[in-house]
């Protein structure tokens, strides 16, 4: 027969609790990514960017980039022009380094193609370990630490993180010629 004494029973409760948590949380990030993945979709159909799904753009490389060693999941990417201008735009996914208690980050990445106002030999600075530009084979990417661009809002975004690196490239040229 089955003992169920005390100890046994506040032993189920915590497993069944537990199971339920993860339960509701593995659901509720699926329902999540459905719904971005159909908005990105829809971003795709009606603002002239071409869904690729879970590939790069070409002749972006992150093998020289802070994700380089880290086991990436790649999704929701996209590419087209904003004010004629390339742009990559994709969601990264990782487990973050610490053994003890891995992390899974999402985060939002945007890629300029090197040229124009934004040909560079290296990545502007923008002196915050948070915000960091990165050059990744022929484009100049971006992306905030942990942090996922609504979709309704990923336009407007990449209109503001290139006017930031035309200022910042420009500001690094001058700086440079004076030396």
């Not at 300029?112 to 530009?133: D, H, K, M, N, W």
Request: charged share 25%; glycine share 6%.
């Amino acid at each position: 027969m089955l003992d169920l004494s005390e100890h046994s029973t506040q032993d189920l409760v915590r497993l069944a609790l537990n199971t339920a948590i993860v339960v509701v949380s593995g659901t509720i990030a699926a329902v999540r990514a459905i719904r971005r993945r159909s908005a990105v979709k829809k971003l795709a159909d009606s603002g002239g960017f071409e869904k690729l799904g879970s590939e790069l753009v070409d002749g972006l490389f992150l093998r020289k980039t802070s994700f380089a060693w880290r086991e990436l999941k790649i999704f929701n990417s996209l590419q087209g022009t904003i004010r004629g201008v390339d742009v990559a735009i994709f969601d990264v996914a990782y487990v973050t380094e610490d053994r003890s208690r891995g992390q899974r980050v999402v985060q939002t990445v945007v890629g300029f193609r090197i040229e124009g106002p934004l040909a560079c030999s290296e990545a502007p600075s923008t002196y915050q370990a948070a915000f960091v530009f990165e050059i990744a084979g022929d484009w100049l990417i971006y992306f905030s630490e942990g942090r996922q661009i609504k979709v309704e809002e990923l336009e407007s975004w990449c209109n503001q993180v290139y006017d930031y690196a035309a200022k910042l490239i420009q500001e690094q040229a001058v700086v440079s010629s004076r030396n």
